[in-house]
């Protein structure tokens, strides 16, 4: 890119639904430079949205000045900020009619079969979404268990409610979900579910799909190793081999702990990075078990640092200490003194010094998930896979993020590794050792 490195740039327009090196990016910014989003909703709003070729709507891509192929960007999550003061969700059915392959890429009008056809909305409910070219109803999915959820104005409580609030919110879905100005999705508070009423509940916000372009094109909710399977000999522009999947970014994650205070760290697989976001969500539980959560609007402020030379094969995510678990939280002054005097009382004279590394492991299922972030550390370690298999069940965990194939996988790591790869400041900082 030729244009002068900014330090700051506020992005509020969106891909339609693709990733990849085919798509134009703005900036650069500078190296440590910051970049405040206005995100749209992910998953409902796109999914009932048949013009998208994604299941999401993220952010055109940002370049960072410097950024080339085989580096790292370190992405400090700084705000979460949700500005929709309602959503709807639930547990999703496909109609079979409507796409070819995959819902959330390949949609087609059941009537006229126009492709990825252009749509409006007519009333609220179920049928809303109609084929601008013939009338017919269009959306490729249903609401199979659905609920429409209220948030307090400090964003702190949340709230179902009844059918009639729910169908008055849907008379204003996109101004209650405070879409931005850019965005082209159909607002899902517009389907008004209220199948479960009165469930009270807190916001933890975070950031669903956030990270570097892909080194291929793919729609950008299947930048996973779960979601990318769909597109393995899909019969749509989008179909690729199994050999082609490892070009992926992992950016869609689904990780709750992925929120303001975190540190992502991501593969650059295209020159300048193109740090894209979006998919926010009110509040997840560990897993997304329904398939789906509250996805919101939201303003999400990011500062952006570059690794030089560190290839990582997907994210390492640095989360907030109340974030890690039990076993890998740093130890403190006191446990330190109490281990010295038991290894002095057995004669071991060398203890390791550690630090907690999330690696985010992606794949067809959870066995292939964890495997896959097993790999990943021990090859960024030096390790072997065995002795990565023994310090995570000692020294730290496997934990879901999203059914069916997103884990993270959490080790002690020694600091001389964490060294040696060119982690430690940033390790160092984020947990104040």
């Known amino acids: 890119m030729n244009e002068q490195a900014q330090q700051s740039i506020r992005v509020s327009t969106f891909t339609g639904g693709v990733v990849g090196p085919s798509v134009p990016m703005i900036g650069p910014i500078v190296d440590g430079g910051t970049i405040i989003a206005e995100t749209a909703p992910g998953c409902w709003g796109p999914m009932i949205t048949p013009s998208f070729r994604g299941g999401h709507e993220v952010t055109t891509p940002v370049a960072v000045e410097g950024a080339e192929v085989g580096d790292a960007i370190a992405i400090r999550i700084r705000k979460v900020l949700v ?9 999703m059915s496909a109609l ?9 890429v390949a949609r087609q009008c059941p009537e006229c079969g126009a492709e990825s056809p252009a ?6 409910g179920s ?25 307090d104005e400090g964003r702190q409580m949340a709230v179902t409610v009844g059918p009639e609030v729910a169908a008055d919110l849907a008379s204003q879905a996109a101004e209650a979900m405070a879409l931005p100005e850019e965005s082209q999705q159909h607002p899902i508070v517009a389907m008004a579910p209220a199948d479960i009423v009165g469930l009270v509940t807190r916001l933890r916000p975070f950031v669903g799909n956030i990270g570097t372009l892909p080194a291929i094109n793919m729609p950008d909710s299947h930048n996973a190793g779960d979601f990318g399977q769909l597109l393995i000999d899909a019969p749509h522009q989008y179909g690729i081999t199994e050999e082609q999947l490892a070009q992926r ?7 709750d702990s992925v929120r303001a205070g975190s540190v992502l760290i991501c593969p650059v697989k295209v020159e300048g990075g193109g740090i894209y976001v979006g998919d926010a969500h009110a509040m997840q539980g560990d897993g997304e078990l329904a398939g789906h959560t509250t996805d ?44 010295e005097r038991l290894a002095q009382q057995h004669g071991q004279e060398w ?3 550690a630090a907690p590394i999330q690696m985010v492991g992606t794949g067809a299922n959870l066995n292939e998930a964890t495997d896959n972030g097993v790999a990943r550390l021990a090859e960024l370690f030096g390790m072997t896979e065995e002795e990565v298999q023994n310090r995570v ?41």
């Not at 500005?83 to 547990?91: I, L, Q, V």
């Not at 079979?96 to 959330?104: E, I, V, W």
């Not at 749509?119 to 609220?124: D, F, H, P, Q, Y």
């Open 83 to 91: 500005t929709s003061m309602a959503t709807a969700s639930g547990t």
């Open 96 to 104: 079979a009619d409507r796409y070819q392959g995959d819902p959330f």
């Open 119 to 124: 749509t409006e909305l007519e009333g609220i």
């Open 127 to 151: 049928d809303a979404v109609r084929c601008v070219a013939c009338g017919a109803e269009a959306s490729p999915f249903r609401v199979s268990n659905g609920y429409t959820i209220v948030f």
């Open 249 to 255: 970014t992992d950016a869609h994650m689904d990780i």
């Open 296 to 339: 919101v609007s939201a303003e999400v402020e990011l500062e952006v640092s570059i690794l030089k030379g560190l290839a990582i094969g997907g994210p390492i995510l640095l989360p907030l200490v109340e974030d890690l678990p039990p076993l890998a939280l740093p130890h403190t002054a006191a446990e330190r003194k109490v281990v």
């Open 351 to 353: 203890l390791e010094t």
């Open 393 to 433: 069940t000692i020294s730290g965990a496997v934990e879901i993020g999203r059914l069916p194939g997103v884990v993270t996988v959490t080790m002690m790591t020694p600091l001389q590794k964490i060294d040696e790869v060119g982690l430690a400041q940033l390790v160092r900082s984020q947990y104040a050792l």
